[in-house]
């Protein structure tokens, strides 16, 4: 998948092994279902050298949730597209999900995992204070331009600086979507984050009304113009330092 | 080899932070892809599955269909660990024995929005060796007019530069993507 994984664990009790177990997580994954890869499990289904049928319970569990996504969204949260399937809009925030587990059950209980800008918060920080989240201007990577306080919840950010490519509409493949820039998603759980930024992503500018509509769920939208839309319950999570 | 740095040590009131970086950075990502192609492409871990899916832990006028409770997760002594076993290079490195055809390969060039991304693959006795940036951006793109979208009955504001002080930052950076974008079509056109 090509990025960086980020865990910090405030709990005294975290051991070497425990982050081993976390990274070879990710490491796992990626192998399995990194379309990058010629030999991982995803590349041989669109290759066609293996079948659904006969994929992995974790591959078969993945294209389960896809399957479900597909429906929640109402087809805007697909992971078929031109030929192929590519489930990542889905499997980074199901991986980070799943260390977050890991570590619960070990009885951590503070602690964030961050994978490509996606993150799981849980308990408190080293100051004991919220976990502080910064969402990056995408227009100037160095900068941030909203300080966000939370705790025991999910955020992921949905974003393509790709003209017209990678993230697209499901519903319209020809349509370029290129009003929108980033989409910042606050949930109780960071698959539920993850997916849903990657659905509402794909609906353009109306993507932010699907955060707002979903129950439990906050938004911060970018658009091309460096204006941001954000939704009603948002701004509870806003820090103004 | 994916890389691994200690952040901080662990004391009173204080955490452990491991950060992994795997395939962003070129070098990184070089001694990754090679690692790769020296390791048995057919060796897989020996993991036991996770059990599937999710609950939507929300109030109940949630519009989404409803998504069964996770089971618990297997124990996770199956995972082998990594060694420090280095990888022994085989005696028939020069002979072209890869995927890929000796040369050297450009990728396309990628809109990585403020600018092009271009990479350029080097492949030796049939591996990937080099991987160098063409055109990298480095101008910001001028500001635009901005336009009223106006999403109804949804607050906007203009972006502000906040404080730096944070403990996480999401959001994608923008080229990485059009990095791996170019440097995979780089690949395919050397594929034997």
Known sequence: MGMPVTLDVIDASATMALFETAFDHFKYIDEKFSTYKENSEISRINNLELGLEDASEDMKTVFDLAEQTRLATGGFFNIWHKGFYDPSGLVKGWAIHNVSEILCQKGIENFYVDAGGDVQVVGKNSEAQNWRVG??????????????????????????????????????????????????????????????????????????????????????????????????????????? | MPRRQLQKTSSLGQGIRRFFLSGFVVFTFVAYVIHERLTNPDASLTSTPLTPTLTVSQDSSTPLAAVPLSATLPPLASFPLSTDTPQTLPSSTLVNQGLYKNGVFKGPEVDAYYGLVQVQA?????????????????????????????????????????????????????????????????????KN
Request: overall charge negative; glycine content about 8%.
């Open chain 1, 135 to 241: 969402i990056r201007n995408p227009f100037d990577a160095g900068q941030i331009v909203k300080v966000l306080s939370v705790s025991n919840c999910g955020v992921a950010t949905s974003g393509t600086y790709i003209r017209g490519q990678h993230i697209y509409n499901p519903k319209n493949e020809n349509q370029a979507l290129t009003d929108i820039i980033s989409l910042t998603v606050i949930g109780p759980d960071v698959f539920e984050a993850d997916r849903f930024a990657t659905a509402a992503f794909a609906m353009g500018i109306d993507g932010i009304n699907f955060i707002e509509k979903l129950q439990g769920f906050e938004g911060y939208m970018i658009d091309k113009d460096k204006y941001a839309t954000f939704t009603t319950g948002f701004e509870r999570y806003v820090v103004h330092d």
């Open chain 2, 122 to 190: 080097t492949i030796q006795g049939g591996k990937l060796t080099d991987v160098q940036f063409l055109e990298y951006p480095t101008d910001r793109r001028t500001s635009q007019e901005i336009n009223n979208i106006a999403v109804p009955y949804l607050q906007q504001e203009a972006l502000q530069a906040q404080s730096a002080r944070v403990d996480i930052v999401s959001g994608a950076t923008l080229t990485s993507e059009a990095f791996m974008m170019s440097l995979q079509n780089a690949l395919d056109s050397a």
